[in-house]
């Protein structure tokens, strides 16, 4: 099975920051990878599909990028309603896998 | 609109059963596979199982392989998961979720199952 790692695993952020998140997987998947975010108490929201494509409806503030083993979620310019968990998810072979999450709070 | 509308999470006994139920709308159904993902308490996702829009392509997880059967009624817009055998780790909140561009594009929000005695 396709395992997948997140890094970090707790990030503190201010509004306006730049804030990166890590997902690496432990064997390539191309760039069959896809990042959502999960509010407390709510169900995930998709982000990013196929590495780096924006999904309907997400500000442009978000973007992803990498390819095969490694890949990025980048916010642009961290905003109030950002504050959430982030997960990686691979869709490379059956079954889905998701990463750990990477919980964003505030500094 | 898409919606996903989960239901029949409750409380159940260890080696237990239930069936959970998942109504959608606001997209035609039956050209969309559909999935199951759960969430324990404070913990991360994990994939349970899919089902294609046809029926035909049905895929476990490895935890629930044998315990756990997906099916769907294309007719009534609903998607199902029969759960026996149940146990504390099964404890969870399940989510169905479309799938779209290869992902869970649409989820629904969730129904918690708990299994204790």
């Known amino acids: 099975d396709i395992q997948m790692t997140q890094s970090p695993s707790t990030l503190s952020a201010s509004v306006g920051d730049r804030v990166t998140i890590t997902c690496r997987a432990s064997?390539?998947?191309?760039?069959?990878l896809a990042w959502c975010q999960q509010k407390p108490g709510k169900a995930p929201k998709l982000l990013i599909y196929?590495?780096?494509s924006l999904a309907s409806g997400v500000p442009s503030r978000f973007s992803g990028s990498g390819s095969g083993t490694e890949f990025t979620l980048t916010i642009s310019s961290l905003q109030p309603d950002d504050f959430a968990t982030y997960y990686c998810?691979?869709?490379?072979?059956?079954?889905?896998?998701f990463g750990q999450g990477t919980k964003v709070d505030i500094k | 609109e898409v919606q996903l509308v989960e239901s029949g999470g409750g409380l159940v006994q260890p080696g237990g059963s239930l069936r959970l139920s998942c109504a959608a709308s606001?997209?035609?159904?039956?050209?969309?596979?559909m999935n199951w993902v759960r969430q324990a308490p404070g913990k991360g996702l994990e994939w349970v199982s899919y089902?294609?829009?046809?029926?035909?392509?049905?895929y476990y997880a490895d935890s629930v392989k044998g315990r756990f059967t997906i099916s769907r009624d294309n007719a009534k817009n609903s998607l199902y998961l029969q759960m026996n055998s149940l146990r504390a780790e099964d404890t969870a909140v399940y989510y169905c979720?479309?799938?779209?561009?290869?992902?869970?594009?649409?989820w629904g929000q969730g129904t918690l199952v708990t299994v204790s005695s």
């Open positions: 196929k590495a780096s």
């Open positions: 606001g997209f035609t159904f039956n050209n969309y596979n």
């Open positions: 089902i294609s829009s046809g029926s035909s392509t049905i």
């Open positions: 998810q691979q869709y490379n072979s059956y079954s889905w896998t």
């Open positions: 064997q390539s998947i191309s760039r069959w």
């Open positions: 979720a479309r799938e779209g561009e290869a992902v869970a594009d649409y």
